[in-house]
């Protein structure tokens, strides 16, 4: 583990296998990859070493792993748009502290309108690759009833070559909106989805699993559900 300092522009972990870096300016895992490889998360080059927009209008998209207020289809009637997300909420700047067992703490700021503020707890295993994120909403402030709001984490992988989804009980997707080149059984309880380069769709999945192959590498992403949680319908998992 390593701080470049009280206040630092970045944060990295490594274990010697994989090295990941946090930017708490933007609220953002930047990096997660194999040491002295390729990051295998999709940065975007237009926005390197800027922190965020001043025009209200452009949402600053530096790729990374981040988080959001879920669910989007209440953005139209609170903010009169569905993208981008509120201004607010993202980009997001975070407090950050080593806890004992080498986790690392991001606190944001209270989060208006919505009137909580994110706290995520960051630990990479000591040997191997494995990467835990334990993300909450801490509600500060009285919330609108009428909109409530929950954890929505969204990573952007690095051209994979496909993504696998273990879906929940053999349920199928919903259509995907926009093309997507391929979407097939891969085994029991398993779709293949292989994007279209180029053409912007999305898959709305239940599924508790996803893994992109990328670069050789197979990257897997899992969510717990805990007993009486939630989802809208065929939003548990998104690909887009």
Not at 193 to 221: C, M, N, T, Y
């Amino acid at each position: 583990l390593s701080l470049h300092d009280a206040l630092p522009i970045s944060c990295r972990l490594s274990n010697g296998t994989v090295d990941v870096v946090i930017v708490p300016a933007i609220g953002r895992i930047m990096r997660y990859g194999y040491a002295g490889e390729e990051n295998l998360l999709w940065e975007n080059p237009a926005w390197a070493g800027r922190t965020a927009s001043t025009q209200p209008d452009v949402w600053a998209n530096f790729g990374g792993e981040k988080v959001l207020p879920w669910p989007q289809s209440d953005w139209t009637a609170r903010f009169g748009r569905d993208w981008p997300p509120p201004r607010g909420a993202d980009p997001l700047a975070y407090h950050i502290k080593m806890m004992p067992g080498g986790v690392l703490r991001m606190v944001s700021a209270v989060v208006e309108p919505f009137g909580y503020r994110v706290v995520r707890e960051i630990h990479l295993a000591g040997i191997g690759t494995a990467l835990s994120i334990m993300t909450r909403f801490e509600q500060m402030t009285q919330s609108d009833p009428r909109y409530p709001v929950a954890i929505w984490t969204v990573t952007q992988w690095r051209a994979p070559d496909f993504i696998l989804a273990k879906m929940v009980d053999g349920s199928p997707p919903l259509p995907s909106m926009g093309q997507f080149k391929s979407i097939e059984p891969a085994g029991s309880n398993l779709l293949r989805i292989e994007r279209q380069p180029g053409v912007s769709a999305k898959l709305g999945l239940e599924a508790d699993a996803l893994a992109a192959q990328i670069a050789g590498h197979s990257v897997v992403q899992r969510a717990d559900r805990l007993n009486g949680q939630i989802w809208q319908n065929d939003e548990r998992a998104q690909v887009y």
